[in-house]
């Protein structure tokens, strides 16, 4: 098993660009999340999927939007990335929604908005 | 707004040497879970406590709640070098049980 797997890993954006960050688990996980960790800082929820076709809103999720594609896969777009957009940027995903367990994290999307 | 806070911001020891460091947040939850970052990576999780738990053993690592005060703390018995890391805490609370995590210890230990 890959677990939660992300790409790019890197990725550099010109103010305005959009782009989008793909997540996929092969975990059979119901729940999926996007956080963000900025330097001194733990991470920030941006969105989360607590079930395949359910979507909410986080701590963050201004500029940010989000689509469940399935069950495997979470994308984070982007629409016109600003520089407070420069972040690190992790996904996550969980077994059952509203259970007691941990999440597992991907190895995370440096993105760097000029 | 994050609901952990941890302390020390940052911890240096020997390598044999017991590292703790402490969390304390401000609703009520559900479970508290603590994770850790090696540099450059992303989280792993070591332990959840649930909360009508008080102690929980994992290897080395030990974890206390006290509900009473909001707070909990972590114990790294015997460090080694591949403890170095960054350790977080985060909170489980409401019905989504979604985390809200702390800004994180950072542990370096010494050879």
């Known amino acids: 098993n890959a677990g939660v797997t992300q790409t790019p890993k890197f990725q550099v954006l010109k103010t305005g660009q959009s782009m989008t960050l793909q997540c996929a688990q092969d975990m059979n996980h119901n729940s999926m999340y996007w956080y963000r960790q900025d330097p001194g800082m733990g991470l920030r929820l941006i969105y989360y999927s607590a079930s395949e076709g359910t979507t909410d809103k986080g701590e963050v999720p201004n500029g940010y939007n989000v689509s469940r594609l399935n069950k495997r896969e979470f994308s984070l777009r982007l629409e016109s990335a600003a520089p407070s957009q420069t972040s690190v940027y992790f996904c996550?995903?969980?077994?059952?929604?509203?259970?007691?367990?941990?999440?597992?994290f991907g190895p995370g999307t440096r993105l760097t908005v000029l | 707004s994050q609901q952990g806070e941890e302390d020390p911001q940052a911890l240096s020891i020997q390598e044999g040497e017991n590292a703790t460091m402490n969390c304390s947040y401000k609703t009520s939850i559900n479970n508290l879970q603590w994770y850790r970052q090696n540099s450059g990576r992303g989280l792993v999780h070591l332990i959840l406590?649930?909360?009508?738990?008080r102690e929980k053993h994992s290897g080395r690592l030990r974890v206390t709640l006290d509900t009473s005060k909001k707070s909990s703390s972590l114990l790294i018995t015997a460090s080694r070098a591949a403890d170095t890391a960054s350790y977080f805490c985060a909170t489980a609370g409401g019905n989504d049980y979604k985390l809200s995590f702390g800004a994180g210890t950072t542990v370096t230990v010494r050879a």
């Open positions: 996550a995903s969980r077994s059952l929604a509203g259970a007691n367990n941990e999440q597992f």
């Open positions: 406590i649930r909360s009508n738990e």
